[in-house]
């Protein structure tokens, strides 16, 4: 497939489907931050979130003791927000809502979106749900800006979950190797379990990710409104070419390698 949007569409594949200056690090000032969590309250470990989306126990969080920002706070706390509804939006199946935080403006493949849309509907509504239950912030770079948008990466420790439903028709077996190549081999845990709601028991699979990884941001030049990229935009060169310039996505790693990777 040729549009590339969030981590979920990396197992979705695996079902055969689918400013340009250095600031000085903000090593302290940024106040600890968790925008999120439930709002209702349940024992279950994996809510159904598209009955219930009030109980998606996602959490994104910064802290101020060991995280290397290069941006102003309030460009951060704006970040954290919309990364938010970016990450929540999918995780409970709201699809318009979730593209209005992917650049689509960037590539005139509209019909490819819908496409995308159409498939992780169908794959929702099949007992397969890509969840992320907590992401932490520890870098975010500068931002630069290029001719009609501005462009930032983080760096983050990630919680992801892949829920098997019982109304999942497939292995999810299949989806190991693909998992391990993207996460690597111990970020990777497969775990069955029985959960128990009024009276009836559900029983689970699931992939749970805990890994270090990144994310592009950008945002038009005259909007305060981010969108997301993972890394792995970076293997469709033709795709990345239309998001952003090339010397932006490289300068953007190499001040993460520098500022971030080698501490």
Partial sequence: MRTLLPFCLVSLAALGLLESCENSANEGPITSQVIGGPQGETTLRVPDLDVHPELDPLKISVASTGLASFMGEDSVTLVMEDLYDYFHLSNIG????????????????????????????????????????????????????????????????LLYYLDFFENFEGNPEGMRLTLQDQYGKDAVVYQEFDQVENGDTTHVRQFEINTQT??????????????????????SPQLAAEMMDNATMLELMRHKREHFDTK
């Fill in 94 to 157: 709201e699809w318009d809502g979730m593209f209005e935080h992917f650049p689509s403006h960037r590539t005139a493949d509209t019909a490819m979106l819908q496409v995308q849309k159409d498939m992780m509907e169908k794959w929702f509504h099949q007992g397969l749900r890509n969840r992320a239950g907590g992401v932490h912030i520890r870098y975010v770079s500068p931002w630069m800006e290029e001719a009609d948008q501005r462009v930032s990466l983080l760096g983050m420790d």
């Fill in 214 to 235: 990144s994310m592009y941001v950008l945002s038009s030049l005259d909007s305060l409104h981010n969108m997301f990229l993972p890394p792995q935009i970076s293997k």
